[in-house]
């Protein structure tokens, strides 16, 4: 499939009334979930290993939900790539913790946000190039024609995007040194190569990226946990976008005290609305060569 077909999906997605788009999402969620699809049966499980408390209908219908919002993203990312970037910004209605950002900014030392597969992640970047230097790292897709729509839809609000690798880390340390705001995934698992920490995260044991580590070693930014979390009413969703400090162990020379903290102020974040977390990721996966895959059907 071809760039042009894809954009042209994405202009017809963007097309698609909120009402309708939320309609569509819920409908697909309960399916994925009748059919026990990857998604479905992953989701399931790491809400079974991270909200034990929870009773069996809570975890399933937090579990849909966390789907429904998932599936929401294609559509929203269709409207920022087509959508007047005026109206895209329009639709945060709230910002709790500007003045933070504002502040850790304007110390000329970088900021490192850190970001969570939670809610809109995509919508935050709209609200950030309308007023700051944003760089940010991006995972190239497994399907190479969605590379250029997703780029174009976040490069149209101001960020400068880096492909991960060797050449965008050195970019993204300068860009820090110059006083950007650097965004980062940092629930992503790590490959074996780039390295990482296993720490908790929810009380169990994962693989814990040792990017942001080394950022804050090189350099001195202020590090602020970002999200935005969707308000979806009948006719439209919008969003509020919350910007706050992370535990102060993140700051520690010590890497595993590091990924200690990365992972608790994630969760914090999470807490808030964990039916808009992406479950369906495979948090848990590569905590040591040779050990058995969770996720492996059985």
């Not at 789907?67 to 087509?82: D, H, P, T």
């Not at 970002?226 to 102060?248: H, K, V």
């Not at 808009?276 to 905590?287: A, D, E, G, N």
Request: hydrophobic share 45%.
């Amino acid at each position: 499939m071809s760039g042009w077909v894809i954009n042209g999906l994405l202009w017809c997605l963007s097309r698609v009334p909120a009402r309708m788009a939320v309609f569509v999402c819920r409908f697909m969620a309960r399916r994925m979930l009748a059919w026990n699809t990857e998604a479905a049966r992953v989701s399931a499980i790491n809400i079974d290993l991270c909200l034990p408390h929870l009773c069996a209908d809570e975890k399933r219908e937090l579990c849909w939900q966390s789907l429904m919002n998932s599936m929401l993203l294609v559509f929203e990312l269709a409207q920022m790539r087509f959508h007047n970037v005026a109206d895209v910004r329009e639709s945060i209605i709230s910002v709790d913790g500007a003045e933070l950002l504002h502040d850790a900014w304007q110390r000329g030392q970088g900021v490192l946000l850190l970001t969570p597969h939670l809610g809109c992640w995509e919508i935050l970047g709209a609200y950030l190039g309308g007023t700051y230097p944003v760089s940010a790292l991006y995972d190239r897709p497994n399907f190479l024609p969605l590379e250029e729509p997703i780029l174009n839809a976040r490069q149209r609000f101001g960020a400068t995007m880096h492909a991960i690798g060797g050449a965008g880390l050195r970019r993204i340390m300068r860009a820090m040194r110059e006083g950007h705001l650097v965004v980062l995934l940092p629930d992503q698992v790590p490959d074996y190569q780039s390295g990482g920490e296993v720490a908790p995260f929810f009380g169990q044991d994962a693989y814990t990226m040792a990017l942001a580590h080394r950022l804050l070693q090189r350099n001195a930014p202020r590090v602020l946990i970002a999200s935005a979390l969707r308000c979806i009413s009948d006719n439209q969703i919008r969003y509020r976008l919350t910007l706050a400090e992370p535990e102060s162990g993140i700051f520690d020379s010590d890497p595993a005290v590091h990924a200690t903290a990365l992972n608790a102020s994630m969760e914090k974040a999470i807490s808030l609305s964990p039916e808009q977390y992406q479950w369906s990721y495979k948090r848990f996966k590569r905590l040591k060569k040779g050990e058995a895959n969770i996720y492996r059907r059985q």
